[in-house]
Nanobody
Framework: QVQLVESGGGLVQPGGSLRLSCAAS????????MGWYRQAPGKQRKLVTT???????NYSDSVKGRFTISRDNAKNTVYLQMNSLKPEDTAVYYC???????????????WGQGTQVTVSS
C-alpha cells in the first residue's frame, strides 16, 4: 500500500506564508506527477498546482506568482510554498500523486488526508 502524509497547514495572517509538505511512502516503483488540490467550504475541490517527475510545473491563475511547488525525488516528497496568502486561499489542501506500484502495473492515484490552511486576521 501507499500513504501520502501531509504537514504544514495552520492559521496565518493575510500576507503571510506557509509551507506544506507531502511525503509518499510504501510500495512505490515509480512516482510520476504530484500536486495539490484545495477545497474551500461549500465549494468543489480545485486543482492548485502540479509538478512532473522531471520538474515541469503549472499553476492555477489564482495562485500564480505567489505559490511555488517543488519536489525532492530522493525523499518522495512534494512541497508547496505559499506566499502573500489571502483570505480566499483558506481551504483544505490535498496532495496527490500518480504512481506505479510495480513493474508492468498501471498508474494509479493516491491522495493525502488533507491539511487545513486558514488565512485570517
Amino acid at each position: 500500500q501507499v500513504q501520502l502524509v501531509e504537514s504544514g497547514g495552520g492559521l496565518v495572517q493575510p500576507g503571510g506564508s506557509l509551507r506544506l509538505s507531502c511525503a509518499a511512502s510504501g510500495s512505490i516503483f515509480r512516482l510520476n506527477a504530484m500536486g495539490w488540490y484545495r477545497q474551500a467550504p461549500g465549494k468543489q475541490r480545485k486543482l492548485v498546482t502540479t509538478i512532473t517527475s522531471g520538474g515541469s510545473t503549472n499553476y492555477s491563475d489564482s495562485v500564480k506568482g505567489r505559490f511555488t511547488i517543488s519536489r525532492d525525488n530522493a525523499k518522495n516528497t512534494v512541497y508547496l510554498q505559499m506566499n502573500s496568502l489571502k483570505p480566499e486561499d483558506t481551504a483544505v489542501y490535498y496532495c496527490y500523486a500518480f504512481l506505479i506500484m510495480g513493474w508492468g502495473m498501471s498508474e494509479v492515484d493516491y491522495w493525502g488526508q488533507g491539511t487545513q490552511v486558514t488565512v485570517s486576521s
